[in-house]
């Protein structure tokens, strides 16, 4: 038995989400994600300016008279939610946590791609994977899909972006979708996302909070790894540290973008305390521009 208050989450995203896929998002996810091929739709009879090379010879024949196939876009596509779980994602300082803002992007994807007749499947992950639900279609699909990412409990607390490429590679055989979620504090991952991209399209969403770039002089801090449980004491009111912190955070965020750049992986990096609207739509525009 669900809970009602989780229900009234879900339902809110729902509603908030469906209008932006309706108001914003369905025509640029449909201009943006192409279908896997072209299939044949019929025949007609051939008129000044036809490629010649689509002229049906069979039909031809029989008939006496020029035929050209016709194809269309085959739209269906499969879409795949790589959703980090770990406990750095049950972290926020502001407007919500990160594991909310992931559900509500996952929303939004999971809608725009049924509104297109796409298929949606979900792997969540931490240092192993959670859980699986093989691509499907429908609302009540994409609904369990938001109640997993919002309150699936997960047993493990790290990160392990490399296994979750692996294990994905191995259950998703048709070319797909895939949007990364997480905050990648994790190592070791280029190789995969690297040989899972030549077969996919492989999109990483950077979940990140204010807190995890700057800090306010507030004196002494004690915080704690989530992941780790190791605890650290800062003085956040010493200049240098803040001065050095923010430099760190500027290089490691620099190098994520050069690393996701050299093996051809589209980034959108998104903040726990501002709307995720502009990056999205900013995306789907660069995207359209590429094609």
């Not at 689509?54 to 006496?64: C, E, K, Q, S, Y």
């Not at 509104?115 to 699909?141: C, M, Q, S, W, Y």
């Not at 190789?191 to 807190?211: E, S």
């Not at 430099?247 to 620099?254: G, I, L, T, Y």
């Amino acid at each position: 038995m669900i809970p009602r208050e989780v229900l009234k989450k879900i339902r809110r995203i729902e509603i908030r989400t469906k209008r932006l896929v309706n108001d914003l998002f369905s025509g640029e996810y449909h201009s943006t994600f192409k279908g896997q091929g072209m299939e044949f739709e019929e025949v007609r009879q051939y008129v000044p300016g036809d490629d010649i090379r689509l002229i049906d010879w069979n039909v031809t024949a029989r008939t006496g008279q020029p035929y050209v196939k016709i194809f269309k876009e085959e739209r269906e596509l499969s879409v795949v939610l790589l959703v980090d779980a770990s406990s750095s994602s049950q972290f926020g300082t502001r407007e919500r946590f990160k594991s909310d803002t992931a559900a509500e992007l996952c929303a939004l994807l999971a809608f725009s791609a049924i509104k297109n007749n796409d298929k949606v499947g979900l792997i969540i992950f931490t240092d192993r994977i959670e859980k699986f639900v093989p691509p499907k279609k429908g609302r009540a699909h994409v609904l369990r899909l938001i109640r997993e990412v919002l309150y699936f409990k997960p047993e493990g607390v790290g990160t392990d972006i490399s296994g979750a490429l692996e294990y994905f590679n191995k259950v998703i055989k048709r070319r797909s979708v895939v949007f990364l979620v997480s905050d990648f504090l994790s190592e070791g991952y280029y190789k995969p996302l690297q040989i899972a991209n030549n077969k996919h399209d492989i999109i990483a969403m950077k979940i990140t909070d204010p807190r995890e770039e700057t800090f306010d002089n507030v004196g002494l801090l004690e915080l704690e790894d989530a992941e780790t449980g190791e605890v650290y004491v800062i003085d956040t009111s010493s200049r240098q540290f803040r001065r050095e912190f923010a430099a760190r955070v500027d290089e490691d965020s620099r190098d994520l973008k050069r690393g996701f750049q050299l093996i051809d992986v589209d980034f959108i990096n998104i903040h726990t305390d501002r709307s995720y609207i502009l990056p999205l739509i900013n995306f789907f525009k660069m995207r359209e521009r590429r094609l």
